[in-house]
């Protein structure tokens, strides 16, 4: 509980720490972010107030913490529709002989992309940078204040993370033709 004479928001942070985490947890897109986001939110809220006491410090915590995860999810959302209008749907069906294949790909690519918003942060981001936005190795390093190793790393876990969803995903998979039949 909330120490009735702290009314700063580093006082006020550290004892209502695990309800705040909570509450970001029910709002966060992905729930490997939840530490990253309480860090945001009393980095965001630290820097706007300082040390200067507040009437209500809980209630402005949570406010900051809601912004930070609707500001998160936003870059989720906006990353996904990117991804999606760059898909070239003419040249899916152009380079296939039925359109059972096109479905059934593009019925992949969705299982995949829903894949994608559940993996880790970390990997997440850095298999973004390296395969969305074409940034080298070193170039993400020094983005993200990481040592190239740690790159690969993140890199090698978002990788195989991938392509176990995606072999899971094609020994799941019953043809189009199948499922229409029964």
Not at 19 to 40: N, P, W
Not at 53 to 64: H, M, S
Not at 83 to 96: F, P
Not at 129 to 157: C, D, F, W, Y
């Amino acid at each position: 509980m909330v120490k009735k004479d702290s009314r700063n928001i580093a006082d006020t942070f550290l004892s209502i720490r695990p309800r705040l985490a909570r509450f970001i947890t029910r709002l966060a897109f992905s729930k490997d972010e939840v530490e990253d986001l309480l860090q945001e939110t009393f980095l965001n809220a630290h820097r706007a107030k300082g040390d200067e006491d507040l009437d209500q410090p809980t209630a402005y915590l949570y406010r900051v913490a809601r912004t930070v995860c609707y500001k998160s999810n936003n870059r989720h959302v906006d990353f996904l529709a990117r991804t999606m209008e760059d898909i070239d749907v003419d040249a899916l069906m152009t380079d296939r002989p039925g359109g059972t294949e096109v479905v059934e790909d593009r019925e992949m690519l969705g299982k995949l992309l829903a894949f994608a918003a559940k993996m880790p942060a970390r990997p997440k981001e850095v298999f973004i940078m390296r395969h969305i936005e074409g940034l080298s190795h070193k170039q993400i390093a020094a983005r993200l204040g990481l040592s190239p190793s740690t790159v690969e790393k993140h890199l090698a876990k978002a990788t195989l993370l991938c392509s176990q969803e995606r072999r899971r995903l094609e020994a799941d998979a019953e043809p189009l033709e199948e499922r229409a039949e029964r």
